[in-house]
């Protein structure tokens, strides 16, 4: 991630604003992306939020009208459902953990490859309250972990735990609750911290009027990886590569766009969503911006490699599998194999 921030912000002070030239045209994405010529759809792996800025901003600044394209952003009814989709041919493209599709892809086959990236590095972390007495990893020694996905977090607060010479089980318990249950559980006191992301979970804990303490997954063994990753069918890699070259070119146009203005970025974010104009969200966006540094960037195999291994040792994929079988980056821009 370090390599892969300092290369973006050389990029920037290369380019400087060349890219955002003709920025000035009134808000309108939606208008601007009906004039595109080839049609694209692509589902979210959850509900809008900050986490999909770069999207929505391409949208709406134009970047995909101007590329040639229609790009339709939908929502998912079952969320579960978005890579089978992706396989399906329901949708061209949709987002996904890395985690989720690695263990879909090695564990039934699933016919989809990522293509590009949308967040750069994990959101996973253990969310504590400081005045509970939690301010190192180990002072949940004795204490409980509320968590909600299976398998992948208890395997990765395992790795966690077991950094700071605590046991899983033993030293600290891991207990399965429901996701919306989470923080409440948290705040009550009934769990000693929580499975979380990182960008969301410490902004309701302040909300709350309490100090998050935040233990990033990856400053404690576990591999860091892309938090999210566009996944296509291979099928369609083949058949429509310009339309996914020209997709990943305006993300990148407006992942430069949102670290060069952030302010105009996020204004025009919330215009576009203004449903989730609250102090939540807000904060949560401006927490998010540094994970975008990169993105569609997710080509780092050393990420793809350790990722699968960390999954085989924990007994969660049956194979490890070619990283062209994971990924591919010949529809990414120039700047990522650079």
Same mark, same amino acid.
């Given at each position: 991630?370090? @390599?892969?921030?300092? @290369?973006?912000?050389?990029?920037?002070l290369g380019l400087g604003l060349i890219a955002f030239t003709g920025l000035n045209s009134a808000f309108g994405g939606g208008a601007q992306a009906q004039g595109g010529t080839e049609p694209l759809t692509v589902m979210l792996e959850w509900f809008a939020n #900050?986490?999909?800025? #770069?999207?929505?901003?391409?949208?709406?600044?134009?970047?995909?009208?101007r590329r040639g394209l229609s790009v339709e952003i939908r929502e998912p009814g079952d969320p579960s459902q978005v890579p089978f989709l992706v396989a399906s041919?329901? !949708?061209?493209?949709?987002?996904?953990?890395?985690? /989720?599709f690695i263990i879909l892809k090695s564990a039934q086959g699933l016919d989809a490859i990522a !293509?590009?990236?949308?967040?750069?590095?994990?959101?996973?972390?253990?969310?504590?309250?400081?005045?509970?007495?939690?301010e190192r990893l180990e002072d949940l020694k004795g204490g409980t972990i509320g968590y909600a996905v299976e398998p992948v977090e208890p395997a990765v607060y395992?790795?966690?735990?077991?950094? !700071?010479?605590?046991?899983?089980?033993?030293?600290?318990?891991?207990?399965?609750?429901d996701f919306l249950s989470l923080m409440p559980a948290l705040l009550a006191g009934r769990v000693d911290a929580i499975g979380a992301f990182r960008?969301?979970?410490p902004v309701k804990v302040e909300l709350a009027g309490f100090t998050p303490v935040v233990f990033n997954q990856e400053d404690y063994g576990a591999p860091e990886s892309y938090q999210l990753v566009f996944l296509a069918r291979p099928r369609l890699v083949e058949e429509r590569p310009e339309a996914l070259r020209a997709f990943l070119s305006a993300i990148a146009d407006a992942t430069l766009f949102l670290l060069a203005h952030p302010e105009r970025a996020k204004a025009r974010f919330f215009e576009a969503l203004p449903h989730l104009r609250d102090e939540?969200?807000?904060?949560?966006?401006?927490?998010?911006?540094?994970?975008? !540094?990169?993105?569609?960037?997710? /080509?780092?195999?050393?990420?793809?490699?350790?990722?699968?291994?960390?999954?085989? =040792?924990?007994?969660?994929? #049956?194979?490890?599998? #070619?990283?062209? =079988?994971?990924?591919?980056?010949?529809?990414?821009?120039?700047?990522? @194999?650079?």
């Open positions: 991630m370090r @390599r892969t921030a300092q @290369r973006v912000g050389l990029l920037l #900050p986490d999909h800025a #770069p999207l929505y901003l391409a949208q709406a600044n134009g970047y995909f009208a041919g329901a !949708v061209d493209l949709g987002l996904s953990s890395m985690f /989720n !293509v590009g990236a949308l967040l750069m590095k994990p959101l996973g972390a253990l969310v504590a309250i400081k005045e509970r007495g939690i395992g790795t966690m735990l077991r950094a !700071v010479g605590l046991e899983p089980g033993q030293d600290v318990q891991l207990v399965k609750l960008n969301f979970e939540l969200n807000l904060r949560a966006y401006d927490r998010t911006v540094p994970i975008f !540094v990169g993105a569609p960037c997710h /080509n780092d195999p050393d990420r793809w490699t350790q990722a699968q291994r960390f999954l085989l =040792e924990e007994g969660i994929i #049956p194979q490890t599998l #070619p990283l062209d =079988e994971l990924f591919t980056e010949e529809l990414l821009p120039g700047g990522c @194999r650079g």
